[in-house]
């Protein structure tokens, strides 16, 4: 066998394609980001007036806000949706690479001196969540802002954005869960903060940092339940404790057990449970 | 949308339906990681889908789109990657050994190319496995001939090196 052969071989297989759907939707993202650039710079630049305006304003009337409303900053053409935007008048109670917020309904809020440049909103399809391409200082960041479940809103930055995209920013950044059919821990016996352990798609498991997978049971062959997608069974460890996923690649509402909190005592146990429940 | 855009739309959906599976294995070789040649596709074809007004008929656009993987920088992204770590089920690697191929053979060969710099691996896979001449790699690579001939003769025995003299390349 020569190398081209082998390199043919070498390369087969692999997980299932991004769905062209997907795959067209991201390219005219791309081109309405591409036009909308242009139009952006000017209404940064605006935005950047207006925040230097607040800032005065409150020096010179003594006023104790944290935040004095602005021009929206980033706002980008239509389609994409205008969200409401202040800037804050201090850098109290802000971190130290702390550049932008969120709140719930969307509305952001840029760190004193914070400029936009370009955004990406939404940032990950069907949630609340925007992609910011912001300066302050001459120093040149990406941030995202999502709003996760709880109404938790997470968000993270790269100081260097090296090359990438918003779009590719926003993409690495993204917790795959937030696509994907995911078995949630509780947080204990009652309700708490959603933790998704594992999520399942396109024949491969997702875990966070810190879960191990104990053993998995493909197919694990449940009548009438998510009959048309891929699924599979899987026991975890996390904080030294064990839980039972029961996962589907479509929307199936997986199923999600621990023995300490539901009396479920293996994984087989937890797929006759799922079983019986159908 | 108007009638050229869903044209295009059209003719791109064909492309991508297609080829993504052959760009997506170039990208592989080139990164070693599943997961990373989807994204270093999905970027690629983003740029194609916003080139594709301005491809005209003499544009190939497997030549445009492996340009942009091959001149990624694989390992930075390689770096930056955060993604969660990910747990591949055997499904994916039965297809190897359907075809005939060891899975330690498949593994030990892609395992080796990552071992190489970039631009070796990169140089390897245009001459040795896509088949594009010194001067072709060259110009893709934006690089010179010369740089071309001894990226790939040291690749190609370091991955002779590497696999053993019974895989021998």
Same mark, same amino acid.
């Given at each position: 066998?020569?190398?081209? /052969?082998?390199?043919?071989?070498?390369?087969?297989?692999?997980?299932?394609?991004?769905?062209?759907?997907?795959?067209?939707?991201? @390219?005219?993202?791309?081109?309405?980001?591409?036009?909308?650039?242009?139009?952006?710079?000017? =209404?940064?630049?605006?935005?950047?007036?207006?925040?230097?305006?607040?800032?005065?304003?409150?020096?010179?009337?003594?006023?104790?806000?944290?935040?004095?409303?602005?021009?929206?900053?980033?706002?980008?053409?239509?389609? $994409?949706?205008?969200?409401?935007?202040?800037?804050?008048?201090?850098?109290?109670?802000?971190?130290?690479?702390?550049?932008?917020?969120? /709140?719930?309904?969307?509305?952001? $809020?840029?760190?004193?001196?914070?400029?936009?440049? /370009?955004?990406?909103?939404?940032?990950?399809?069907?949630?609340?969540?925007?992609?910011?391409?912001?300066?302050?200082?001459?120093?040149?960041?990406?941030?995202?802002?999502?709003?996760?479940?709880?109404?938790?809103?997470?968000?993270?930055?790269?100081?260097?954005?090296?090359?990438?995209?918003?779009?590719?920013?926003?993409? /690495?950044?993204?917790?795959?869960?937030?696509?994907?059919?995911?078995?949630?821990?509780?947080?204990?016996?009652?309700?708490?903060?959603?933790?998704?352990?594992?999520?399942?798609?396109?024949?491969? =498991?997702?875990?966070?940092?810190?879960?191990?997978?104990?053993?998995?049971?493909?197919?694990?062959?449940?009548?009438?339940?998510?009959?048309?997608?891929?699924?599979?069974?899987?026991?975890?460890?996390?904080?030294?404790?064990?839980?039972?996923?029961?996962? @589907?690649?479509?929307?199936?509402?997986?199923?999600?057990?621990?023995?300490?909190?539901?009396?479920?005592?293996?994984?087989?146990?937890?797929?006759?449970?799922?079983?019986?429940?159908? | 949308?108007?009638?050229?855009? %869903?044209?295009?739309?059209?003719?791109?959906?064909?492309?991508?339906?297609?080829?993504?599976? &052959?760009?997506? %294995?170039?990208?592989?070789?080139?990164?070693?990681? &599943?997961?990373?040649?989807?994204?270093?596709?999905?970027?690629?074809?983003?740029?194609?889908?916003?080139? &594709?007004?301005?491809?005209?008929?003499?544009?190939?656009?497997?030549?445009?789109?492996?340009? !942009?993987?091959?001149?990624?920088?694989?390992?930075?992204?390689?770096?930056?990657? %955060?993604?969660?770590?990910?747990?591949?089920?055997?499904?994916?690697?039965?297809?190897?050994?359907?075809?005939?191929?060891?899975?330690?053979?498949?593994?030990?060969?892609?395992?080796?190319?990552?071992?190489?710099?970039?631009?070796?691996?990169?140089?390897?896979?245009?001459?040795? &496995?896509?088949?594009?001449?010194?001067?072709?790699?060259?110009?893709?690579?934006? !690089?010179?001939?010369?740089?071309?001939?001894?990226?790939?003769?040291?690749?190609?025995?370091?991955?002779?090196?590497?696999?053993?003299?019974?895989?021998?390349?």
């Amino acid at each position: 066998m020569d190398l081209k /052969d082998r390199f043919d071989l070498a390369t087969s297989g692999g997980p299932s394609h991004v769905p062209l759907g997907t795959r067209l939707e991201l @390219g005219r993202r791309a081109v309405r980001r591409r036009t909308a650039r242009r139009a952006v710079g000017s =209404l940064a630049a605006a935005a950047t007036v207006v925040a230097g305006v607040a800032t005065l304003a409150t020096l010179a009337t003594g006023q104790d806000r944290a935040t004095e409303p602005a021009a929206p900053a980033v706002a980008a053409p239509a389609p $994409t949706p205008t969200r409401a935007t202040t800037v804050a008048t201090s850098d109290d109670g802000w971190a130290e690479d702390e550049w932008a917020r969120m /709140d719930e309904q969307g509305n952001i $809020t840029l760190r004193r001196g914070v400029s936009v440049t /370009d955004t990406l909103d939404p940032a990950v399809p069907g949630r609340q969540s925007v992609a910011l391409d912001v300066t302050r200082e001459g120093e040149r960041r990406f941030v995202l802002l999502v709003l996760q479940n709880g109404g938790i809103i997470s968000s993270s930055g790269a100081d260097q954005p090296d090359g990438r995209s918003l779009e590719q920013f926003a993409q /690495d950044e993204v917790s795959p869960f937030l696509g994907l059919p995911v078995a949630l821990h509780r947080g204990g016996r009652g309700l708490g903060a959603d933790l998704p352990l594992v999520g399942y798609d396109h024949g491969e =498991l997702y875990t966070v940092p810190g879960v191990t997978i104990v053993r998995v049971i493909e197919e694990p062959d449940i009548e009438d339940w998510c009959t048309k997608h891929e699924t599979a069974a899987v026991e975890v460890r996390y904080k030294d404790e064990t839980y039972f996923a029961v996962l @589907g690649a479509g929307n199936c509402e997986s199923s999600f057990t621990s023995p300490g909190v539901h009396g479920i005592p293996t994984l087989e146990s937890a797929i006759a449970n799922l079983r019986s429940a159908i | 949308m108007a009638r050229h855009a %869903r044209q295009h739309e059209a003719a791109f959906s064909d492309y991508v339906v297609a080829r993504q599976d &052959w760009l997506r %294995r170039v990208a592989y070789a080139l990164c070693g990681d &599943w997961h990373r040649a989807d994204d270093l596709v999905q970027e690629a074809l983003t740029k194609l889908y916003l080139a &594709w007004p301005r491809l005209r008929d003499n544009h190939d656009p497997d030549a445009y789109v492996r340009k !942009i993987l091959v001149r990624a920088s694989i390992d930075a992204h390689r770096h930056r990657e %955060r993604r969660v770590p990910t747990v591949a089920l055997v499904a994916d690697r039965d297809v190897a050994h359907r075809l005939g191929m060891p899975l330690e053979e498949h593994d030990a060969l892609i395992t080796a190319l990552q071992a190489l710099p970039e631009q070796q691996r990169k140089v390897v896979v245009l001459r040795h &496995w896509l088949g594009l001449s010194v001067r072709e790699t060259a110009t893709e690579l934006g !690089i010179n001939e010369g740089t071309v001939k001894s990226h790939s003769s040291r690749g190609l025995a370091a991955l002779q090196l590497a696999l053993g003299e019974q895989h021998a390349v």
